[in-house]
């Protein structure tokens, strides 16, 4: 399979989908907005967001399964599965924040081969394919040369429905409120991953993520010279549970510091 030009046209796919987002930009009242579970909300943006993707993917792809957010079609891995965020960052598009994005990621078997993420705001396109390396808008990416924590700008999501590790959270936080340049919390995972790849910033981490939010971004910070990994030396980022991305040379010094709090 040709990865780079799946990508390609997966991009204007995703493309002609956040002119539509766009459209819809400020229409979204409060009677659109359905509650799934604690502060996890949706959208007929993001329902329909999906239904796009889903209708076109399809056609590029016919042998592949899906694995979407919002499950306009039924999951279904196949050894070829797209993995689909239709709209990342739905509370900052419901409250007029530009912060939101589309993930699209193909998956081979267990790993991730391409992906492509768009901030729709600023209608920045990072696209991604195993062994072709990471671009925005066309320009290739590397991920940051920082070396010292204490030069380092983060990236964390704060927990919304999983509050079992609070505490936790918030002494690493702390910690690396101390310790680095600052603290970034931007509400669209994708969008972090891919600012980890441009070398925005330094290292993002996370946890209880799903494979929606993280696959494309896995791709990108991969294939931008980065380091994915999960707080435990295991896999977990794959599935978003535990997700750590960062340059080789905060890597290890990152890792440390959260498997000693999340122990």
Do not use: C
């Amino acid at each position: 399979m040709d990865l780079q030009q799946i990508t390609s046209r997966v991009a204007a796919i995703v493309e002609d989908t956040g002119i539509f987002i766009r459209s819809q930009v400020q229409q979204v009242r409060a009677a659109d907005v359905e509650t799934k579970s604690l502060n996890s909300l949706v959208t007929y943006v993001d329902k329909e967001a999906e239904t796009q993707l889903i209708e076109r993917l399809s056609q590029l792809l016919p042998e592949a399964g899906f694995y979407t957010e919002e499950e306009i079609t039924a999951r279904d891995a196949r050894e070829w599965t797209w993995v689909i965020d239709p709209l990342d960052g739905t509370t900052n598009f419901i409250h007029g924040l530009p912060f939101f994005s589309i993930s699209v990621a193909l998956q081979h078997q267990n790993e991730y081969v391409s992906g492509v993420i768009l901030e729709v705001t600023r209608r920045e396109l990072f696209t991604a394919w195993q062994d072709g390396g990471a671009y925005l808008n066309g320009q290739r990416l590397h991920v940051s040369k920082t070396s010292k924590l204490a030069d380092a700008l983060v990236a964390t999501g704060f927990p919304y429905y999983e509050f079992t590790q609070l505490e936790t959270y918030l002494e690493t936080m702390a910690y690396f409120m101390k310790n680095t340049r600052g603290i970034r919390r931007l509400g669209s995972a994708a969008i972090d991953l891919a600012y980890v790849a441009a070398g925005r910033f330094d290292a993002f981490y996370e946890y209880s993520l799903h494979p929606w939010d993280v696959a494309a971004g896995i791709v990108l910070v991969q294939e931008a010279g980065g380091i994915m990994q999960d707080f435990h030396d295991s896999n977990l980022y794959l599935s978003g549970e535990e997700v750590l991305a960062s340059n080789a040379a905060l890597a290890l010094r990152m890792a440390n510091i959260l498997k000693q709090n999340f122990e």
